[in-house]
């Protein structure tokens, strides 16, 4: 994959754009790290569905699983 980089835009609701200033702030990374790390993400979480594999969040101290369906 090269390196270089380009240019695009991206149209968000107000709503959304606020959960990318919010994560952007909570985790002190520019808005484009916050959108470059959730598409690295997606396409893990995808590979995996891909291969078979299940997506479940544990709560180990309520000691409850759920498997979250991506569509």
Known sequence: ???????MT???TEAEMRVLD????KK???KTAVIRQALRLYQMIDARLTAGEKLVFEDE?????????VL
């Not at 919010?22 to 702030?25: E, F, Q, S, V, Y």
């Not at 101290?61 to 369906?69: F, G, P, T």
């Open 22 to 25: 919010d994560l952007a702030k």
């Open 28 to 30: 002190d990374l520019t």
């Open 1 to 7: 994959m090269s390196d270089a980089k380009k240019t």
């Open 61 to 69: 101290k309520a000691q409850k699983k759920a498997e979250l369906m």
């Open 10 to 12: 991206l149209n968000l």
